[in-house]
């Protein structure tokens, strides 16, 4: 039983009310304040990702995706929480219950891009920089992994 203010994890389905929720938090807190809008991008192919959302009160307040690479690897990207929620721990746990669905599922290693600012909450999840810095978005990135074995 979730509590009150409890954050609950889990799957959101492509082309529901959520999904269209999750767009709308993403263009938010990740597009936005750069000055772009996720609708210029092709959302087409997100059909075939895993939309895991984090839930106050059946209030979507963050979001990641998973996206296949291969058999072994799978990308998280686009990893969005409301600011007022990130005190919350509710990045941590989309992060955890990411990489325990990616297990179940075979992977062995999750992959992302993280912005500069978000390397340290990474680094405290367990994931290592293998990259040189690099733009993305117009922004400084690294490419980070972690084993999930």
Do not use: C, W
């Not at 597009?31 to 895991?52: A, F, Q, T």
């Not at 040189?132 to 999930?148: A, C, D, G, R, V």
């Amino acid at each position: 039983m979730i509590k009150n203010n409890e954050v609950e994890v889990r799957e959101i389905n492509y082309h529901t009310e959520e999904y269209i929720q999750e767009q709308e938090l993403r263009n938010r807190v990740l597009r936005i304040p750069l000055g772009m809008s996720l609708y210029d991008e092709n959302l087409v192919k997100e059909e075939y990702d895993v939309h895991i959302g984090a839930f106050v009160n059946k209030q979507l307040v963050g979001v990641l995706i998973l996206t296949k690479l291969n058999d072994s690897e799978v990308k998280m990207r686009q990893v969005a929480v409301e600011e007022t929620f990130r005190s919350r721990k509710a990045g941590s746990k989309m992060v955890l219950f990411a990489e325990e669905y990616s297990k179940n599922k075979g992977y062995t290693t999750m992959v992302l891009n993280a912005r500069k600012t978000a390397v340290p909450f990474y680094v405290k999840l367990g994931y290592e920089k293998i990259s040189n810095e690099f733009m993305e978005i117009n922004i400084p990135h690294y490419k980070m992994k972690k084993s999930l074995n």
